[in-house]
């Protein structure tokens, strides 16, 4: 394995920062301010890109920040594991930056200056978080993503939006506090170092660590990153529905979950590693447990007329796909896994993008709301189609690319029981999303309200929602590019 | 002296002791407020600039006490004026000397009346406080100890709030009834040695258990009142909410860390068997402080009390360090005890720069500020984050050390210290809740000067240094403290025996 030291990753993960930073100064003039957000996310995305040819050319990039003591380090490392999320973080950024320019003049929400800065800032910490080589330098990330964004989900200051906030802060700190923080000092008290291994199978612990203690450890980080939202520590997220929507889209599609499921999952593989974890068989089980989250979530979206809430409980669900695929422990069931880091984020981003184009509109936030909204609409509810039809994993779209390779591993680890999870869980996507897409076109409007004098939101948030429903399609017939770092990660 | 390498030419400590002292006595013939003001600020940059060939001229590589001094003082009684400096005592010199231009700058405006007169009981302080770090003689340092208490006294009783009488008493009868206990100590020990008072001399001599542990004891309740430790941490919140705002800072920065400094220079090595044999109960009165502290920290809708309280737990975090014994611990005990002076004084110097503002302590009475302070509230959040243990912070990295040190130590009770950690961030993010968001704001008040953005920026300075590359700070610490732990373990073997040596004590 190539090792290269290089400072490009340094300007990367800067690129946000030195956004925010300008993005505060120009407050005043919000012309001046968007300009900065969206050239900070343009000039992080191509950063990030010009590094995917040296990654896939099966080097890894290293960058050595600070030293804190003997074993921690402040280390940046892009390696093709990294790649997955740095690119769809940095690239849905771009698309974000625009759509909440859209958003948030259509609306005339106030501060939008802390709403730009602090976006900024949550982009810094996922990007900090992909790059991170060992568990302190991702923690510390994981912490600052934390942080920026509880002014975002409190944007509204009302008693709703505190509360959801409350909840939101309560939740992650407790866990990263009460779970992490222990989990993080007992692995550097055992083995004396917090870097993570080259590849997926070794993991940092020697044979001498008693396997009761390993195993402890490794709940702790499961539950620890609590925003993979898995059940039973996934409440913050409906809570955080009070937020704008471009947070919502942020927080439920690129950067506060897949922080945590990419933390989740780079602890199992880079900590943990595949052979610790099948010697102590903690793969199956926790396939199981975070299957009965698929399951529930699904349940509950069923349940909801809001449009945002279904859209967060899809996602509580679709978050435990990638924790399930990896926790297989195969092949396939890896790769199913971490493409569908990918692959749900431009979708689900465009669901939220297109629930936002709609609330914008027409400020309709329930399903039965909407009938018949579809024709006088037909760019947003088309990208929703296409959207809801990945999430369910209908061939040509890239949800598609994940069902396909998890039922694969889930094959070769010879387990019916998760194949009956995936099954049912199709079953109830199509049940929550098809109906909303149905009703919206072919639904009638009421009567009372023929939806007179609406069309479709402004061209900057039409424009963004358009282009990731179109990645998704790309992606899933043309899966190669996530696939390429995803084989180079299971090597 | 072989425990003395001493100091070729430039007396640098004595100095550092008289410079403040003969800067009151000329400033007693100053006139004008004006004039003190500058005089002080002068007087302590001047120190905190002299500090400073310390720590450049401080070889690591040694255990030994550096920029030693000697001289003979009470002849008749063997009592000597002997100073030195080790890897413990260096960084709390140089924290002292450093905090005090920033109390005298907190105090610019906040101080009204009676402005010499305050002036100089800081600078009295400081010579105070600087020799307890310095002194080697115990007779020296005894005496330095409670010269300490006067000039802290009078900060609270002339300059406090309103309950500053009942505040000052309360402070002054608990240290007292400390430092009485150390007198006693201190003499026996000073018999048990041949009529000598040089504390180096005191370590690692062959005391009977039942004498270590006497002795422990006695040290133990001077230093824990200090610290302060939970269940005599009672007058901490009392003094801290009547103190002017530099009385808060140099008591939180400096003199709490002379209660664990004691520990450190006194307990562990004169007593090691005796630290062995208590040590652990009084690991678990620190969890009790850490728990404790943070619930009463979150309860709070004083401010100041709020921050008073948050240092009961973090120090309870620094004797948690202390008496698990080992290096993480104690090197993370000494360097949090730093973090807590960097971040709980800028905590104390922001509510008073509130206070001077609205003239109330109360959270609900500044909520929705950041819309009319945004530079206030960017310094606030900071050192709150600081103060909660954020990673890249300083106190994270202090945090980090001391439960690797437990955890090694005893997993159970490392981890009955991470609810501690967690309701640190609850108090902490509460607070910062009601600042930053809830309520109207206050278009009234106007955003800092450039005086006091001058006093906090040093301190945010030190809180990204120390979080980021601590190793500066680390390095001078490692010699000492691998001298400290095996001057501790050194008798490891009688401690074995030391249930029933406990059954033997009276």
New interface residues.
């Given amino acids: 394995m190539e090792t290269i030291i290089c400072s490009r990753l340094l300007l990367a993960l800067l690129a946000p920062l030195v956004g925010s930073i300008f993005v505060m100064l120009t407050g005043k003039n919000p012309n001046v301010r968007e300009s900065c957000s969206l050239v900070a996310a343009v000039v992080t995305f191509s950063i990030v890109i010009s590094l995917t040819g040296q990654v896939l050319d099966g080097a890894q990039l290293y960058y050595n920040i600070f030293n804190i003591v003997p074993g921690v380090t402040i280390t940046l490392r892009a390696d093709a594991f990294s790649m997955i999320f740095a690119l769809i973080a940095s690239c849905l950024w771009v698309g974000a930056s625009i759509y909440s320019m859209g958003y948030m003049r259509g609306l005339h929400e106030h501060a939008q200056t802390r709403f730009n800065a602090c976006f900024a800032i949550a982009i810094f910490g996922a990007i900090g978080v992909a790059f991170s080589d060992n568990f302190f330098t991702m923690y510390l990330f994981y912490e600052i993503v934390s942080v920026s964004t509880y002014p975002l989900v409190a944007h509204h200051e009302d008693e709703e939006g505190f509360e959801g906030a409350k909840k939101y802060m309560l939740y992650l700190t407790t866990t990263a506090k009460g779970l992490l923080l222990p989990a993080m000092i007992l692995i550097y008290v055992l083995t004396g170092t917090l870097d993570f291994p080259h590849d997926i199978y070794s993991g940092i612990f020697s044979g001498d660590v008693s396997s009761a203690l390993v195993t402890m450890l490794y709940i702790f980080c499961l539950f620890g990153f609590a925003k993979n939202g898995v059940m039973p520590v996934h409440h913050w997220l409906p809570g955080a529905m009070v937020a704008p929507t471009p947070v919502s889209a942020l927080l439920h599609a690129v950067a506060v979950v897949k922080v945590g499921v990419f933390c989740t999952t780079r602890t199992m593989l880079y900590v943990f590693g595949v052979d610790t974890m099948s010697a102590l068989n903690l793969g199956i089980p926790t396939a199981y447990f975070v299957g009965f989250t698929i399951i529930m979530a699904s349940v509950i979206a069923l349940s909801k007329d809001n449009l945002k809430a279904r859209l967060a409980y899809s996602t509580v669900s679709q978050l435990s796909y990638i924790i399930l695929g990896v926790a297989l422990l195969t092949p396939a069931g890896i790769s199913g896994g971490l493409v569908h880091i990918a692959n749900h984020a431009f979708s689900k981003i465009t669901l939220f993008f297109c629930a936002g184009a709609i609330y914008v509109a027409t400020h309709k936030k329930n399903i039965s709301d909407m009938h018949g909204l579809g024709r006088k609409m037909p760019f947003t509810f088309g990208a929703f189609a296409i959207a809801s039809l990945s999430m369910i994993g209908v061939p040509g779209v890239a949800g598609f690319i994940t069902k396909w390779q998890l039922l694969m591993g889930t094959l070769q680890a010879h387990e019916l029981g998760i194949i009956v999870i995936l099954l049912a869980s199709t079953l109830l996507n199509v049940g929550y999303f098809a109906p909303v897409t149905f009703k919206a076109f072919f639904g009638k409007p009421p009567e009372d309200e023929p939806y007179t004098g609406i069309q479709e939101a402004s061209m900057a948030m039409v424009i963004p929602l358009c282009i990731t429903a179109f990645v998704s399609v790309v992606i899933g017939i043309y899966p190669d590019f996530f696939m390429n770092f995803v084989k180079a990660v299971i090597g | 002296m072989d425990f003395l390498i001493m100091n070729e030419g430039f007396p640098l400590l004595s100095c550092l002791i008289f410079l403040p002292l003969v800067g009151a006595l000329i400033l007693l013939f100053l006139p004008g407020e004006g004039l003190a003001r500058m005089w002080s600020l002068l007087v302590t940059l001047a120190t905190a600039v002299l500090s400073f060939p310390l720590y450049t001229g401080f070889d690591p590589n040694t255990a030994l006490y550096q920029f030693g001094e000697h001289k003979e003082w009470i002849p008749s009684l063997n009592i000597n004026y002997t100073l030195g400096i080790d890897g413990i005592s260096l960084l709390l010199v140089l924290l002292t000397t450093f905090i005090m231009p920033l109390c005298v700058l907190g105090s610019w405006t906040y101080i009204q009346k009676r402005v010499k007169e305050f002036m100089i009981s800081l600078l009295i302080m400081e010579t105070a406080m600087i020799g307890v770090f310095v002194a080697l003689d115990f007779a020296l340092f005894y005496i330095l100890w409670e010269a300490m208490l006067i000039p802290m006294y009078l900060l609270i009783a002339v300059w406090g709030g309103p309950r500053k009488t009942y505040a000052s008493i309360k402070f002054f009868l608990y240290t007292l009834a400390g430092s009485v206990m150390l007198l006693v100590a201190i003499i026996a020990l000073y018999l048990h040695n041949d009529y000598s008072f040089s504390i180096p001399q005191m370590m690692g001599q062959d005391y009977s258990l039942t004498f270590q542990i006497w002795v422990f004891l006695a040290f133990c309740l001077a230093f824990a009142i200090k610290v302060p430790m939970f269940p005599v941490h009672t007058w901490l919140p009392a003094a801290h909410v009547e103190a002017p705002t530099a009385g808060s800072v140099v008591l939180a920065s400096v003199l709490l860390k002379m209660g664990t400094y004691g520990f450190l220079r006194f307990c562990l090595p004169i007593t090691p068997e005796a630290t062995h044999v208590i040590g652990p109960y009084l690991l678990f009165l620190s969890i009790a402080g850490i728990i404790y502290g943070g619930l009463t920290a979150l309860a709070q809708s004083d401010m100041k009390k709020l921050v008073a309280y948050s240092s009961v737990g973090h120090m309870g975090f620094v004797t948690l360090g202390i008496f698990v014994l080992n290096k993480n611990g104690i090197e993370g005990a000494i360097l949090q005890m730093i973090n807590h002076g960097v971040t709980t004084g800028a905590l104390f110097l922001c509510i008073g720069m509130l206070y001077e503002r609205t003239h109330s302590r109360e959270i609900s009475d500044h909520s929705g500020i950041a819309k009319n302070l945004p530079i206030f509230v960017t310094f606030l959040t900071i050192f709150s ?1 600081s103060s909660l243990a ?3 912070t300083n106190s994270f ?1 202090g945090e ?2 001391i ?2 040190g437990a ?2 130590h005893n ?1 159970i009770i ?2 009955m210290a ?2 501690g ?2 309701l ?3 108090y902490m ?1 509460r607070l910062l ?1 009601y600042v ?3 309520g109207p704001g206050r278009p009234d008040l106007a955003d800092l000067n450039m005086r006091e953005i001058a006093t906090l920026a040093p301190l945010l300075v030190f809180v990204f240094w120390i979080g ?4 500066p700070f ?1 390095n001078v610490m490692h010699s000492s403290v691998d001298h400290l732990i095996e001057q501790v373990n050194l008798v490891k073997h009688v401690a074995e025996s030391a249930p029933i040596a406990i059954a033997m004590v009276p």
């Fill in positions: 984050l954020f990673p890249a990295v980090f050390l439960l690797a955890f090694s997993k490392a981890g991470i609810p950690a967690i640190a961030a609850a993010f809740q930053l968001f809830k980021l590359a601590p190793e680390m």
